[in-house]
């Protein structure tokens, strides 16, 4: 119970980032970049990491671990759906996100600036059903 409780509180603390990210963080990086881009890039990288980096660690440890032993008011399904929706969460990160971010922190470009802000939505979302997912099994 305590990993899916622990679990549970590291996936809404990465929607309430996410969220805020995507909403009032990125679009602002795409509009200020332009004056100082791989300073905005650059410094997004670095300071994010440290507030991304235990959550998401936290998310994976739990979610391989409910995927191995749950507790017994935690459908199997509802292990499996959860991880899934992290794992497209992740895979966004590595795949769309890290690379975008890259780019940005080489030069400012507009385009990219704002594939960052749409494509981040794979991720929003993904937290938000994963960490409602996980809210449904505590208040089932």
């Not at 200020?32 to 660690?57: C, E, K, N």
Request: glycine share 2%; proline share 5%; charged share 10%.
């Amino acid at each position: 119970m305590t990993t899916l409780v622990v679990s549970a509180a590291a996936s809404w603390a990465m929607v309430g980032l996410i969220w805020l990210v995507q909403v009032v963080h990125y679009p602002m990086l795409a509009s200020y970049s332009s004056t100082a881009p791989t300073r905005a890039a650059s410094d997004h990288q670095r300071r994010i990491s440290w507030v991304v980096g235990p959550l998401m660690a936290l998310e994976g440890v739990t979610a391989l671990a409910l995927l191995v032993e749950r507790p017994a008011l935690m459908p199997a399904w509802t292990a499996w759906v959860a991880a899934v929706w992290l794992g497209v969460a992740l895979l966004s990160t590595v795949l769309v996100q890290v690379p975008l971010h890259a780019v940005l922190a080489d030069r400012h470009d507009p385009q990219v600036a704002r594939r960052l802000v749409t494509s981040n939505w794979v991720r929003t979302i993904a937290w938000t059903i994963r960490a409602l997912v996980l809210a449904w099994v505590l208040a089932t």
